[in-house]
């Protein structure tokens, strides 16, 4: 039965908001997102407590921090297929050349700074900044860059019940300041960086240090000549390290005649999956199983271990139906606020106010 049920994997491709996923007759792969918000309204998820000829991993042998979060209610989902950060990377030449170790890159804001600082430079003399201690663009991952920094600092995206604002705060202030002063204050940024100009400048050698998820990190390991590091991002608040992640997960839905033997294959296929979760992590991810993060081949790849070593710092979004307009106007007030068009006070009220009449709708 489980032979058949693989010979029939049809591959849907799902880029919208909400979901995104392969499908094996029951078996889907979502991404957390949608799991949480999305399909266990929509599809009527089996939980984890009626899957039959499931031999794979349970809660102690996953990631806390993924696992905790695909509790809905106190049920269990899914089995999570792996981490996805946002990563610091930083090239080792670059951090070299001024003098600092390329072995030991920032843990902490206060370190971050003063290394864009030193590794910005005017390298010919013409007057004009040609090399950049980071890059913070106006758009895309802007917003999970000032989330780690948020949830570092301490910050609470809404309040409990999910019907108010809570990111005008202290932490939510501070965190978008200290991007829009890496432009216009402490100037290791250059203004107007568009999408995805920093993935090409760290890529040139331009941009010394560059924060971007784990899916860029196959893409620069084909870089000829490219010597970077990767691992997680700083401690970029003021009270714990956290790091923005998502992660994929692998679900069972379910039908008006559950076919036990079907839904058998499918949690026996799930259980493979995990199981041998370090092909996935070749493509480019942190697998969610522990048991395979310890395993000498996952082990002995040369940056996935050291990203892994910040997933017990990962926080996941509150995600529920209104989370992505919710969050919205938090993207917006960033890039006005980066491009200099707005203060941060000003910026994030705005997004406040609108979030709140997005959420009391």
Avoid at 190 to 199: F, L, S
Wanted: one cysteine or more.
């Amino acid at each position: 039965m489980c032979r058949n049920l693989f010979s029939e994997l049809e591959t849907l491709g799902r880029n919208n908001r909400t979901r995104e996923g392969f499908f094996v007759k029951k078996l889907f792969v979502f991404s957390l997102s949608a799991l949480l918000f999305f399909s266990v309204s929509a599809f009527g998820l089996v939980t984890l407590e009626y899957w039959t000829g499931f031999t794979g991993p349970d809660g102690s042998f996953m990631q806390e921090s993924v696992w905790d979060a695909v509790h809905v209610d106190s049920s269990v989902y899914g089995i999570p297929l792996d981490v996805h950060p946002l990563v610091f990377y930083w090239n080792k030449d670059l951090f070299e050349e001024a003098g600092l170790d390329p072995e030991n890159p920032p843990t902490t804001r206060d370190e971050f700074v003063e290394a864009a600082k030193l590794l910005t430079k005017d390298t010919n003399g013409d007057g004009t900044i040609d090399q950049w201690g980071t890059m913070i663009p106006v758009g895309w991952p802007n917003y999970f860059i000032w989330f780690s920094a948020f949830f570092s600092n301490g910050g609470v995206l809404f309040n409990e019940d999910l019907t108010k604002a809570a990111f005008n705060s202290p932490a939510g202030i501070d965190a978008m300041q200290f991007l829009v002063d890496l432009v216009f204050k402490h100037k290791v940024s250059p203004e107007k960086v568009q999408v995805d100009a920093d993935i090409d400048a760290f890529k040139r050698g331009t941009c010394a240090m560059e924060f971007n998820g784990i899916w860029m990190l196959t893409d620069y390991m084909k870089v000829e000549g490219l010597n970077f590091g990767a691992g997680p991002v700083p401690q970029l608040g003021s009270e714990r390290p956290a790091n923005w992640a998502g992660s994929h997960t692998m679900v069972i839905y379910k039908q008006r005649k559950q076919d036990k033997e079907r839904t058998e294959a499918a949690a026996k296929f799930i259980s493979w999956i995990s199981n041998h979760s370090y092909e996935w992590a070749l493509a480019g991810q942190i697998p969610a199983n522990i048991s395979v993060q310890n395993s000498p081949e996952f082990q002995s790849l040369p940056y996935h271990s050291t990203i892994a070593k910040g997933a017990e710092y990962v926080v996941f979004p509150p995600f529920f139906p209104k989370y992505g307009d919710a969050t919205g106007p938090i993207w917006e007030a960033l890039n006005l606020t980066i491009l200099g068009q707005k203060t941060v006070e000003q910026a994030l009220s705005n997004a406040e106010r609108i979030s709140n009449e997005i959420l009391q709708d």
